[in-house]
């Protein structure tokens, strides 16, 4: 897979989630059996604003030349998702929610290696 291909599916995916958290928190986390205080609420909805924002940055460096600009995206995606990852399996480890909650350390897992594989890559 190419690297643009792969900043696509990433960025949408982010986005989407961006927008959930912004505008249902409430309903997106309850698929996760987790309930929200009012400030959960609003942590989630800054998360959201985060994730609008990485999901930006990373769709606008999908077709990027810059390869300096590129290089800084694809290794502060990495240890984004591989922190994400480690976060994420031990709060799924302790129960902190459902068996739904998988499915996002299986992402942040997935794309910290795809984002690993870009960073480390040996280039001609």
């Given at each position: 897979?190419?690297?643009?291909?792969?900043?696509?599916?990433?960025?949408?995916?982010?986005?989407?989630?961006?927008?959930?958290?912004?505008?249902?928190?409430?309903?997106?986390?309850?698929?996760?059996?987790?309930?929200?205080s009012s400030i959960g609420v609003a942590i989630s909805r800054l998360l959201g604003a985060?994730?609008?924002?990485?999901?930006?940055?990373?769709?606008?460096?999908?077709?990027?030349?810059?390869?300096?600009?590129?290089?800084?995206?694809v290794l502060a995606a990495f240890i984004e998702d591989s922190i994400g990852?480690?976060?994420?399996?031990?709060?799924?480890?302790?129960?902190?929610?459902?068996?739904?909650?998988?499915?996002?350390?299986?992402?942040?897992?997935?794309?910290?290696?795809?984002?690993?594989?870009?960073?480390?890559?040996?280039?001609?």
């Amino acid at each position: 897979m190419k690297l643009s291909n792969f900043l696509t599916i990433n960025s949408i995916l982010v986005f989407l989630f961006g927008l959930a958290f912004l505008l249902i928190p409430d309903t997106l986390m309850s698929l996760y059996g987790v309930e929200l205080s009012s400030i959960g609420v609003a942590i989630s909805r800054l998360l959201g604003a985060a994730f609008l924002g990485v999901g930006t940055l990373r769709w606008l460096a999908r077709n990027s030349k810059e390869s300096g600009f590129l290089k800084a995206v694809v290794l502060a995606a990495f240890i984004e998702d591989s922190i994400g990852f480690v976060v994420l399996l031990k709060a799924q480890l302790a129960g902190l929610t459902n068996v739904s909650g998988w499915s996002n350390v299986a992402l942040y897992g997935l794309f910290a290696l795809g984002f690993g594989y870009f960073h480390f890559q040996k280039r001609d």
